[in-house]
Nanobody, 126 residues
Framework: QVTVVESGGGLVQAGDSLRLSCTVS????????VGWFRQAPGKEREVVAA????????NYADSVKGRFTISRDNAEITVSLQANSLKPEDTAVYYC???????????????????WGQGTQVTVSS
């Protein structure tokens, strides 16, 4: 049984920062790729950032490049999303997703991830 749990969401003002964390448990070893997705009210879920199993490859949506950073601590088996210079349009439920893989790259499609967390709300006020 694989479990994905997000934490770190909250209510902040425009320009503030938040650090979201994702913990994946249920299988030994860090050989899983992780993606952060978000879904704003009335919109489809979209990828925000992704990181490979080794942590050497990352991928970002254009809307967050230069503001968000995805990283992982394989010793702790956690993946973080540092979100800086937040904007009201970043308001959404943020989801962490994981998949076990031997592929060295990242995955950016929802369908590529079998394991999902429940989501954490991020609200950015103007």
């Amino acid at each position: 049984q694989v479990t994905v749990v997000e934490s770190g969401g909250g209510l902040v003002q425009a320009g503030d920062s938040l650090r979201l964390s994702c913990t994946v448990s249920g299988r030994a070893g860090p050989d899983y790729a992780v993606g952060w997705f978000r879904q704003a009210p009335g919109k489809e879920r979209e990828v925000v950032a992704a990181i490979s199993a080794s942590g050497t490859s990352t991928n970002y949506a254009d809307s967050v490049k230069g503001r968000f950073t995805i990283s992982r601590d394989n010793a702790e088996i956690t993946v973080s999303l540092q979100a800086n210079s937040l904007k009201p349009e970043d308001t959404a439920v943020y989801y962490c997703a994981a998949r076990y893989t031997v592929f060295p790259g990242t995955f950016v499609r929802e369908s590529e991830y079998p394991y999902w967390g429940q989501g954490t709300q991020v609200t950015v006020s103007s």
